[in-house]
Nanobody
Framework: QVQLVESGGGLVQPGGSLRLSCAAS????????MGWFRQAPGKEREFVAT????????YYRDSVKGRFTISRDNAKNTVYLQMNSLKVEDTAVYYC?????????????????WGQGTQVTVSS
């Protein structure tokens, strides 16, 4: 069992930055692939980024490439999402998720545990 708690969301102006954190419970955090998803009002939850257990494999959705960076610290049981050059269309609730999948998981059903989400609002 893994419990995930996101933090770091908030209100930011277009072009600004935020760093999301996801703290995981459990001693097996380092064995999970971790991912970030987001869900805007009235839209389906969508994949944002994923990082393998070692950090050696990373994958992003096209619209955030070059602006977002996913990373993890297995000693701290934490995964991060650094978001730069934020746009209004990045506004959403951001969710952290953990997957047992060995390949790069990008769909919701490949993830086994979810956090409660943190709101990110990009607005002037």
């Amino acid at each position: 069992q893994v419990q995930l708690v996101e933090s770091g969301g908030g209100l930011v102006q277009p072009g600004g930055s935020l760093r999301l954190s996801c703290a995981a419970s459990g001693r097996t955090f380092s064995s999970y692939t971790m991912g970030w998803f987001r869900q805007a009002p009235g839209k389906e939850r969508e994949f944002v980024a994923t990082i393998s257990w070692s950090g050696g494999r990373i994958y992003y959705r096209d619209s955030v490439k070059g602006r977002f960076t996913i990373s993890r610290d297995n000693a701290k049981n934490t995964v991060y999402l650094q978001m730069n050059s934020l746009k209004v269309e990045d506004t959403a609730v951001y969710y952290c998720a953990a997957s047992r999948a060995m390949v790069v998981p990008t769909t919701l059903d490949e993830y086994d545990y979810w956090g409660q989400g943190t709101q990110v609002t990009v607005s002037s």
